[in-house]
């Protein structure tokens, strides 16, 4: 066995001397997808058809080579929502000339809407470009901004439990969206805090204004943004609500607490130090006197709108003092100062007035920040706002423009007619008009024929008539008799060809039947209705379910029917149904994070996760069995105090030295008792049979002899679900420690006799274990390279294979042995070629530059 681990490593060391050639994956023959183009044409109809464009130019086909397998892979993942394109600037020279494109050797620049829109400027990855071409006006993600490299960008809720498991140390995240001013000015103080302190705590970031992570923000009760949170061991402890900057939040971070109590009065904005100018009606006009330039905001300090633009006032006030640039910036209380609230006409809130020299010169309507700087630098009256658009009948002699009164007569004098039902504002009616407009021009010679048009906002009474419910809505009539809605094109192109012969499309499939409205022995439940429902019967299940979701639709027959055979069965209990897309307020409150989920209650309190199967039967059988087990307590519990006989054969019908508690008496008896050790099992689970031994042996030394203070108990979750589900039970066994009835931490320590015995003598909180050990410091001939060396040590050596690894992951402890032992082969046999290793959870800069799913990744 030892010989053929030498020769493993020998070949592993033969391999690497031999593959100088890096590794590639298969390529994907993608290139297809791309878009050549060669004239001025071609590329201003693609500029025109495709209004999410991204083109790659290159001084030729060479220098455009290593972009073809990336872009290829885009193309074809982005199709229907994104094009890419290819322009050869060598060979197409009008082309690029015509577009002042310049490559040197290759340039990517991405067009939307017909306009340039920006040059690419992120990473080359699949990943990144996805992100771009989904949102090319937005900003770059988070995790490419530089110095962002130690915060752990976290994607989804999966990823999120990952780090939890795998992580030892506690956790500080970030929950943000990307919009959000605040969060963008505390992203690079955040950052430069996570590096500061990664040896203690991982500071994570999680975009949250996502799909992916509505379940996250329910979870978690994130109502704003930023939300930060400090987790230890998975567990939520507290919310930082200190400033958004690094000291602030690192000195936080030495001691983490719960916030201070908000004071129940709201501090004035005049008593908050800031370089804004608190005028009142006795001040006001001197300041005036001595400040020629002076941009002031009204507020009320109720206004929500005011509360949303102090800070970024205050802001702009700190900066033209900081940079010198002449004004000031002032602020008016006018529910107070009530005088001048008058005296300048103030009728809403914020107002905001420029006075120059004392005088009131115009009003401003800037609310952000970089807007007010920008103004204050050349104070200038802002233009009017642009005329309102012309009546579209003044513009369009030839549609017909009807009205309530004139739409019936004439629209049965003609055999063909397409009526636009519209409102002044709606963009896609701005859009269509245009179109109309030249179908009409070009019918115009058909008498037979019309496009006309209706003022939805003006005229209701016809559109109610039509059940048009948005705009544009497109509706063709036949003498004013046979009337269909027209789906098709909105182009003239389109408009034109359905005149020439009308037809009616295929008809729109019927909406699906809402689940409420299918008769069954389902109870649907609303935010209104839930708790009277689940108070009003002994044994209720729930199931929280989305109507879009395709598990919750393949178990709804099975649901519904297993609901009617309890109701024959004349089974204790009902089945109860949540709308989460429409009842959110009950879906927030039980914690529902996907679909669907089944939680039962008992008595109107929640009782347990149903995590059975899914079928008919299995659905009659619970709730039969809750059934069973309550009429098995009517019959056998005389008084409350009369003690429950134990199943024959059970653990508390084995073992009377270990306390076996139920839902009855776990909480009375745990408030009675100063310190105890609760083991929560299941019957059927082998650890907990193999642990049952050890604890039983302690537990008679505890309970029984009294040689050592406390009590050792045990709950059966099988029979007691409802306990177990109100103290966290996820697995088996859990054993938890209590002291005055109150929960302190779970047991983590061995599970010997000598161990239980140990703890119950002394029962403390387990330490974290120890970090893992540096592998830079075994004295291997592996290279450690770190984020300043990475980039240096790859430019002077042209063979390397790296081992990027977490020093936690098993995989790569396993692998490490035989790493470090051909890295002496190669150190003998050929020292040009070098293993060299990367440890991911330290030196982020240098993983982020390659992909890496999984540990222990390897790259040559």
Known sequence: MQQLGIQLIRILAIFVMTNVVPFQAKKSNNRRFVLDVNDIKPFKKLQRTHTNLLVLFSKNDKSASSYFELLGNIAKEI????????????ESKKLC???????????????????????????????????????????????????????AHIETAQQLSKLFSNE?????????????????????????????????????????????????????????????????????????????????LVEWLKNPSAPPPKEEEEEQWSDVPSEVAHLTDSTFDDFMAKNPSVLVMFYAPWCGHCKQMKPEYTEAAKTLKDQGISGILAAVDATKERNLGKKFKVEGYPTVKYFRDGKVAFDVNERKADAIISFMKDPKEP????????????VAPNVLHLTDETFKTIIKKKKHVLVMFYAPWCGHCKKAKPEIVIAAEHHKSNSKAAFAGVDCTKYPGVCQQYDVHGYPTFRYFNYGKKDFKYTGGRTSKDFIQFMEDPKEGPPTPPPEPEWSDEPSSVYHLTDDDFEDVIKSHESVLVMFYAPWCGHCKAMKPNYAKAADEIGIKKVNGILAAVDCTKHRKTAKKFEVNGYPTLKHFRNGKLGSEYNHGR???????????????????????????????????SWSAENKDVVHLDDTTFDDFIKTQSSALVMFYAPWCPHCQKLKPAFGEVAKEVNTEKKIEGVMAAVDCTESSTVCSSNGVKGYPDLKYF???????????ARSAKAFRDFMKDPKKPQAPPPPKDWSKDGSKVVFLTDETFNDFL???????????????????????????????????????KLAAVDCTKQRKAASQVTISGYPTGQY
């Not at 770059?140 to 490299?149: H, L, Q, R």
């Not at 490490?816 to 003998?828: C, I, Q, S, T």
Request: charged share 30%; hydrophobic share 30%.
């Open 383 to 394: 233009p009017p706002p642009p005329p309102p658009d012309p009546e579209w009948s003044d």
């Open 97 to 151: 000339k015509k577009l002042k494109v310049t490559p040197k050797p290759s340039v990517i620049k991405h067009f939307k809407d017909g306009e340039f829109n920006k040059d690419y400027d992120r990473k080359y990855t699949f990943k990144s470009m996805m992100k771009f071409m989904s949102d090319p006006t937005g900003d770059a993600p988070w995790e490419e901004e530089p110095g962002a490299e130690d915060v």
């Open 795 to 833: 430019s002077n050596h042209s063979d390397v294979l790296i081992l990027f690894y977490a020093p936690w992951c098993g995989h790569c402890n396993a692998m490490k042995k035989n790493y470090y032992e051909a890295a002496k082969v190669l150190e003998e046999e050929n020292p040009s070629v």
């Open 739 to 749: 002291k005055n009835g109150e929960f302190q931490f779970k047991y983590t320590g």
């Open 615 to 649: 079928t008919t039967e299995d659905l009659v059988d619970f709730m039969s069995r809750i059934g069973e087990e309550k009429a098995a307590k009517a019959e056998t519990v005389k008084t409350e105090t009369k003690k429950k006989e134990p199943k024959e054969g």
């Open 168 to 248: 030892k140390k506690p956790v500080l995240i970030m929950f943000y969206a990307p919009w959000c001013g605040f969060c963008k000015r505390f992203k690079p103080e955040y950052a430069s805090a996570a590096t500061e302190i990664k040896d203690e705590v991982v500071l994570a970031g999680m975009d949250v204004d996502t799909q992916e992570g509505y379940s996250i923000r329910m979870k978690y009760n994130i109502t704003g943004f930023p939300t930060v949170i400090y987790f230890v061991n998975g567990e939520e402890k507290y919310k930082y609500s200190g400033k958004y900057e690094k000291d602030a």
């Open 79 to 90: 199709k229907g929502k994104g094009t890419v394109a290819y322009i050869n600037c060598g």
